[in-house]
Nanobody, 125 residues
Framework: QVQLVESGGGLVLAGGSLRLSCAAS????????MGWFRQAPGKEREFVAA????????HYADLAKGRFTISRADAKNTVYLQMNSLKPEDTAVYYC??????????????????WGQGTQVTVSQ
């Protein structure tokens, strides 16, 4: 049974930082590209960042460039999202997702095979 479990969310002041983690189990983690998405209240879920299953290539949505960093530790079956310079508009539930062997359309939700339950990030003024 595949499980993706996010952690590290919480309440932070604008300008602050958070590091999200997503621990995977039940799959061969190194065979999966990993992505982070987020969904704010009343909005559709949107792509944030992705990292390839080989080579560690990273991709970012414009909203994340220069502020967020995605990384992975295959030995720990974990993917991270370091978020700096947080803004109130970053408030959302953040989800990690796994895509077996990755696809070029890394920003497309339909490419991902497994999803976590999400972790809430709230950024206050």
């Amino acid at each position: 049974q595949v499980q993706l479990v996010e952690s590290g969310g919480g309440l932070v002041l604008a300008g602050g930082s958070l590091r999200l983690s997503c621990a995977a189990s039940g799959l061969t983690f190194s065979n999966y590209a990993m992505g982070w998405f987020r969904q704010a209240p009343g909005k559709e879920r949107e792509f944030v960042a992705a990292i390839s299953w080989v080579g560690g290539r990273t991709h970012y949505a414009d909203l994340a460039k220069g502020r967020f960093t995605i990384s992975r530790a295959d030995a720990k079956n974990t993917v991270y999202l370091q978020m700096n310079s947080l803004k109130p508009e970053d408030t959302a539930v953040y989800y990690c997702a796994a895509d077996r062997f990755g696809h070029t359309s890394y920003a497309a939700e339909k490419q991902y095979d497994y999803w976590g339950q999400g972790t809430q990030v709230t950024v206050s003024q």
